[in-house]
């Protein structure tokens, strides 16, 4: 622990005063960061009942963590964005007055911390000192999210120095679960009666109540690294994206970054670690991070990118051998575990992770459970918190202060029709049409009516302004790049009618990034089709696939009437803004209508 004494932030030492006044915890520590700190809480967090620890020799230094059921997910009805002026939070946020909100919220903290342990984790979100980076502090009252953002985060002694007297972003968390004396705690505290998750953008502070889950809980993800974040890249002429960032190697050894947004269950962490199929000797994946992205100009307008993690918190069921080989070896060991099920062998299990469950498990909530139960044993949002320097797809360049250049924006939804495997958009401003448009299906629904759930960019839930004007900064960017990254959108759900999905996807995936870095270097051939320019069958490298041409014909199909019909859909997300939207948006889509005109039958 950091003595309190020795800290010589005169801002920090008084907001550590004034919390400690409001929430009066028993008491205070302040994280170094260290190792022998991690293991002293995760030692805390079993003794408390919290954590169990896992068997050594199946899953090393790994623990397994029940939440409250009440408590499983981020929760977007309780987010708020408080702006003085409403409009600025946009028609997509839960928009709340600043004031009001000080106020409820000054209430609910008010002793929220009694008979516990006040943790101050200073973070930073990027390298400590670099001036792509942000340093914020996070007081919470929960030891889980102590050890948590120790794997998601740079935090502690480095972060003090490199903050010196600046400036930093308050991150105030509590659980909301005060204790009287000799009452006795739960394995999980939280507040069953309120929740807030809220961004104060007007003086950029961040304050989170009654949960400790996930991106509720874990500040520097969401709250900062995208709500915090977007704002201030818009004022900055930088941007802060629910992305991935990759880079594809090809056998001359040249990597090519890409960064790829996707709204949640489209597999954005399992693109992010891809390993590419036999046949596809020498092309590599090599991953910089899974879920978020800052990117800004350069001073010779080219965008360079840092993934401001320093761990991954990615969803449990679903993950294999198959589907992520290179997470697999990650949360070998060093892992928490939170809401998987538990072996018989002191090891965890969830969904998926092998094709026949075993006969007997203890599930999320500790009740016993088989096969039979009727009932998952994992909750579906049951994940892993694990350092990124486990994973072995890892790129060195993610340690760089100064990031990654980017090629090309890759943005994909989970879409059963009208949307081919790949095209590339004729230019930035068509790009930014299709990211602002983007969505996915709630199901994965055979019927080409399926009702698409519109999440522009992916950020929906994590945009911390106007949406209109982050749709206007994406257009500005045009202008400011000398450089301009191409953009591409993907479609790996594509189905026939009879419901089969059209490609093989995942480990496949690496023959549409073939040709997206082909484009980039000019040397990959397209036909010019209505959205776009598309890959014949001859420009993606089959290697290795039995892929015939009328399926690929099937997968890449543009019918002209279902386009137009998904352009017309738009009109509600767009209308939605009101005059904030840039008319841009409504020009683009009328002439990619008026693209189609030719081909739609006459009536
Ligand atoms: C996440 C999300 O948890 O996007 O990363 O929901
Ligand atoms: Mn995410």
Redesign the pocket.
Known sequence: MQDPTTMTNPALNQWIDEVRALCEPDQVHVCDGSEAEYQRLCKTLVTAGTFIRLDEAKRPNSFLCRSDPGDVARLEHRTFVCTSNREDAGPTNNWADPASMRVELSRLFKGSMRGRTMYVIPFSMGQPGSDLSMIGVQITDSAYVAVSMKLMAHIGLPVLRALGTGEFVRCLHSVGAPLAPGDRDVPWPCNAEHKYIVSFQDDGSIASFGSGYGGNALLGK?CLALRTASLKGRQEGWLAE?MLIMGVEAPTGKTTYVAAAFP?ACG?TNFAMLLPPEGFAGWKVKTIGD?IAWIRPDAVGTLRAINPETGFFGVAPGTNEKTNPNMMAAIARDTIFTNCALTPDGDVWWEGLTDVPPPALVDWRGLDWTPQAGRPAAHPNARFTVSRDRCPSMDPSAADPTGVQISAFIFGGRLSHTFPLVFEARDWREGVYWAATLGSEATAAAENQAATRRDPFAMLPFCGYNMADYFTHWLSMDDRLVNVPAIFRVNWFRRDEGGAFLWPGFRHNVRVLKWIVQRTENTGDGEAASVGLVPGYDDIDWNGLDYDRQTFDALMKLDPAELERELQSHDALLQSFGQRLPPELFAIRRALLDGLDGALPQN
């Open positions: 969401k629910h949640s954005k879920d």
